[in-house]
């Protein structure tokens, strides 16, 4: 199913559950930034409301949705999106099928700037009033590098899951979207950031091919798993290296 069928299907249980709950409905994630993949790829929601949804209303209405792909996402105010995501407090989202009546996930100023950026409106104003701050996401991006990914890349190569596709494309992906984000000065996507690094990261095109192979499709670029997981910790040392590829903004 696609995921405007998925998203329809959410706007009539909502409709049909608790009429005028949800004043706006945009999509994020890989359907905003022109990255989605069937089979691959989750939807990534933000239901805005006029006040706080109540948790046992958002249960109600989740319960039945299409189990894959996952429809995840958060539920706020107006209010809150003209907020800094740090002072919002938390409140209904959903995570892989799980109502998770108040949390945090999602609201950070990732979510944020790609509403703003590319938000995909399927309720509400094309364009609502959101808050953004690139440089405080920048530097929260690099201390992600940091504090996420380097402790990560560190830990998978003692496990057996180095070995798997999963890996692979999570951590390859993962890291260079960062580090081409920083670039940039705006979030871009996994598969934009892997064709970037093909053109700029020399030496490393099997992996990035390999990466970008899982995600979008294509032939194997590997017979051997074990040489593919050399060439994956090895590009992991190298995108996380402080001085290896460049993070500074490019002018435009």
């Known amino acids: 199913m696609s995921y405007d069928l998925i998203a329809t299907e959410f706007l009539v249980r909502a409709d049909i559950l608790a009429p005028g709950l949800v004043e706006g409905l945009y999509l994020q994630g890989s ?54 995501p740090s002072t919002v407090p938390p409140g209904p989202a959903v995570h892989e099928n799980r109502i998770l009546p108040s949390s945090r996930f ?28 690139w440089p405080a996401l920048a530097a929260s991006t690099r201390e992600n590098l940091e504090s996420y990914w380097r402790p990560w890349s560190q830990s998978i190569r003692r496990h ?49 091919e390999e990466a970008l192979r899982l995600r979008c499709g294509g032939a194997p670029q590997y017979r051997n798993p074990f040489h593919r997981r050399t060439d994956f910790l090895g590009y992991l040392d190298y995108a996380l290296h402080p001085t290896a590829p460049p993070d500074t903004p490019l002018l435009h």
């Open 31 to 84: 359907v905003a930034l022109g990255d989605y993949h069937p089979g691959v790829s989750d939807i990534d929601f933000v239901a805005v409301t006029q006040d706080p949804a109540d948790p046992a209303l958002v249960r109600e209405i989740h319960h039945g949705m299409p189990r894959r792909p996952h429809f995840d996402g958060l539920y706020v105010t107006w209010e809150d999106l003209r907020a800094d």
């Open 160 to 208: 057996p899951g180095s070995l798997t596709s999963w890996a692979v494309s999570w951590g390859v992906l993962g890291v260079t979207r960062l580090r081409h984000s920083l670039v940039l000065g705006r979030v871009t996507s996994k598969t934009e950031a892997g064709r970037y690094a093909l053109r700029s990261y020399p030496g490393w095109d099997r992996i990035l």
């Open 106 to 133: 999602e609201r950070h100023l990732v979510t944020w700037h790609v509403l703003a950026q590319a938000g995909v409106a399927l309720r509400g104003p094309a364009k609502p009033e959101i808050f953004t701050d």
